[in-house]
């Protein structure tokens, strides 16, 4: 009974302390889950492009302009292009303020500019700091703050989470598994009062969607605790610590007679042609690499190939499979496919979407059943009081 009292004491003021938090990270995965199925039909216009028979633009070219578009002062830094003759190409210019402490404060600049690689036209220059689905990311992610105060708000709202998960479950098991607690503790009475159909709610959605909320959650913690991710590394890797490759780098010296950007492109295109997409990360620095990850199938994170080259010379220096990487790696780059259920395609993406709306029930119907035992509680302290006077 001791343990009792201490875990509904832990569900029940941890619940009230981050429900507002866990509420909105829970609505907000819900809109974001379809992302990649929404934004080509809500930005049809600025993603897509009539197919004209002759060959693209080179890339240098649509880079150039799309600089010219933004301004020097606003450094594109990655380029998505989706493997298909009727999509447009998109460059992103981004630069955060790390001590930001809003959204707004965070990103300094954030635009994408979008163009169609046939003829070079720029269809559409987005502000990405204020672009619909941006923001619901943001609310996932950091509550609409700046990085600093954010990340930190959501991580631990979503360690209270797991912690009121796990009470939840023991809170629920039942004492004796007769035939008739079995179908009070696993189905809704939609005929009862609201206030059973409530409390039937809280308990029952909580349950079936445990699973996949635990695995969301721990998932979301990799991102947002060092510890977390170190842990996962550490029991992939089987206990061991294993320490990254040194980091490539551009040869300064090479001549550039030809475009590294240019030669790095048509060495991944022509070595992939059946590719979803290609993801081109461009050089900060002098000596850092163009980095270009080719997606298999969708965008999903986990199946994808990292291919790393010289940005002078476009020569190839490295080309990792997801089979290449270590067992703690592979457990990493598939954590975004499992936060988001994308590892089982569409079928996990609905399971995904279902779970985090049930979840987004969990602290309304729990702010309720609590509201109503204060209620009670107070009615039978007047009770006694009035019993006393007679």
Same mark, same amino acid.
Request: proline letters at 3%; aromatic letters at 14%.
């Given at each position: ?159 209270? $989470? #797991?912690?009121? /998960?796990? %009470?939840?479950?023991? &809170?629920?098991?039942?004492?004796? =598994?007769?035939?008739? *607690? ?28 445990? $699973? #996949?909320?635990? /695995?969301? %959650?721990?998932?979301? &913690?990799?991102?947002?605790?060092? =510890?977390?991710?170190? *842990? ?159």
């Amino acid at each position: 009974m001791k343990f009792k009292k201490v875990v509904s004491f832990l569900h029940l003021w941890l619940g009230l302390v981050s429900g507002l938090s866990v509420f909105l990270i829970a609505i907000s995965g819900c809109l974001y889950v379809f992302v990649d199925e929404l934004k080509p039909i809500v930005y049809h216009e600025r993603l897509f492009v009539a197919p004209e028979n002759k060959e693209k633009l080179p890339l240098t070219q649509l880079l150039s302009i799309a600089q010219n578009t933004l301004g020097k002062d606003k450094i594109i830094t990655r380029i998505e292009m989706a493997n298909a003759p009727d999509r447009s190409v998109t460059f992103r210019s981004q630069k955060n303020n790390p001590d930001g402490l809003t959204h707004w404060d965070y990103f300094e600049y954030y635009y994408r500019v979008y163009i169609n690689p046939y003829t070079g036209k720029v269809i559409y220059v987005e502000d990405s700091k204020n672009e619909f689905f941006q923001l619901v990311l943001a609310l996932h992610m950091r509550m609409l703050f700046g990085e600093k105060v954010g990340h930190y708000v959501v991580g631990y709202s979503v360690l209270s $989470f #797991i912690i009121i /998960l796990i %009470s939840g479950v023991i &809170l629920w098991f039942p004492k004796k =598994w007769t035939a008739k *607690s079995i179908k009070n503790h696993f189905t809704v009475k939609w005929r009862a009062k609201w206030k059973r159909l409530n409390y039937d709610l809280h308990q029952i959605l909580g349950l079936y969607a445990f $699973f #996949i909320l635990l /695995l969301t %959650s721990l998932t979301g &913690l990799v991102w947002a605790f060092d =510890w977390m991710q170190d *842990s996962v590394r550490f029991v992939a890797n089987g206990g061991k610590n294993i320490q990254k490759p040194a980091l490539l780098v551009s040869d300064t010296l090479q001549p550039q007679a030809v475009s590294g950007l240019d030669q790095a492109f048509t060495t991944t295109a022509t070595g992939y042609p059946d590719a979803y997409a290609y993801l081109v990360l461009l050089p900060a620095k002098a000596t850092s690499t163009i980095n270009t990850l080719v997606y298999k199938k969708d965008w999903n994170r986990f199946d994808r190939l990292l291919i790393v080259f010289d940005r002078y010379s476009g020569k190839m220096l490295s080309n990792t499979s997801f089979q290449d990487l270590n067992n703690g790696d592979k457990a990493y780059q598939l954590n975004f496919d499992l936060h988001t259920g994308a590892y089982m395609g569409l079928f996990g993406k609905i399971l995904s979407f279902f779970s985090a709306l049930a979840c987004s029930t969990l602290p309304i119907t729990g702010f309720y059943i609590w509201c109503g035992k204060r209620k009670k509680e107070r009615l039978v302290r007047n009770g006694k009081v009035h019993a006393r006077l007679i």
